[in-house]
């Protein structure tokens, strides 16, 4: 019951987040005017023209095509670009601050001294274009762009279900629609359900796995805690890949994907981190066979070691999903250490004592030893001591 109850948190943790998020203030027409014409004069007209008659009070597909009409363009290759693209900037959580909107129609950029605009800067290579008569349209080349932006944010054919998102809706509560709060509802019920049937099936294929091996009723008790986060992993990618969906307030969305950027590694290093212990018994297994005392020390060291490791790698690959400048941090953490090395001879001094007692084995773990000051057995032989 009590697993039960965890999973169960654990999984609406990231709906309870947005739920609160919502309730803030925060909403797809966040920055939108209340009333607003059709205008391509300027890169603000052009963006607000495209994403005000998107917003399910105000839908009006004929309108909201307009940047995208260039005079090649059929209305149905601009209407698919118009509602993939604010699909995909929604989904990934990619906010247009509207007061950063350029409202000069000659405005230039100043890195490439032409007149175009990112609204974006996560995706440069989508933006608007002045065209000779005037008008700020998306440019063509922004045209592929989206296609191939629209089908990361939403893999393996989950574009398809977008079909199902109603194009308009007034009923709304909480900062939400009816069918996003529903949809949240729908994706925590499938995820534990999924959690639930995966954890069995990975429990017992890992069972299979050791039983063949011969080591079923020794690692056993060590394979349900690799289970479960290795369930929790692929669920959470499971609803990475639904949550876009529900076409959330991007400013919601934003901090939710950056949740899920932190999780799923986090899942994965949990899951080796596991599994050395099985390692480990498999070692010992090993090195009782044998004379040599490499269960006792050997054994020991190694587990501690791979550990430690994949703590470092883990938590390099979350920060690197929290976009931290990992170049820079390993060089401030080098520097670092070398001052950390200095100031800490003694310890290193006790490490490298400890390899050469693993070299020369003048004892091993359970021999009774005396010195000056004390006697005693040794319990174990560890990195500083």
Known sequence: ?????????????????????????????????????????????????????LQPEQYDIAKAIKPFMHAETDSARARKMAIQLKQAWDGRG?????????????????????????????????????????????????????DKFHSEVYPYGAERLMELIPKSSHFKFFGLYLWQHLGILIIIVLAFLLHKLLTWIFDLLLYKG?????????????LSPVARPLSLFVVFLMVLVLFPLLQIPPEASFYINYAFRAILPFFVMLVFYRLINVLSLYLERVAEKSDTSLDNNVVPLIRKILKVFVIIIGGLFILQNLNVNITALLAGLSIGGLAVALAAQDTLKNMFGSFMIFVDKPFSVGHWITTQDLDGTVEEVGFRS
């Open 94 to 146: 990619l906010p247009i601050n509207m007061a950063t909107l350029p409202r000069d129609p000659e405005y230039v950029d100043s890195l490439t001294q032409r007149n175009i605009y990112v609204p974006i800067s996560q995706t440069p290579n989508i933006y608007l274009e002045k065209q000779q008569d005037g008008r700020w349209l998306y440019s063509k080349e922004s045209f592929n762009a989206i």
């Open 1 to 53: 019951m009590y697993r039960i109850i965890k999973s169960i948190c654990l999984i609406i943790t990231p709906f309870l987040f947005l739920f609160f998020i919502s309730l803030s203030g925060f909403s797809q027409s966040s920055g939108l005017p209340y009333n607003h014409e059709v205008s391509l004069s300027t890169p603000y007209e052009s963006v607000v023209t495209h994403l005000y008659f």
């Open 210 to 222: 050791a039983h063949h091996l011969g080591y079923d009723k020794v690692v056993r008790p060590y």
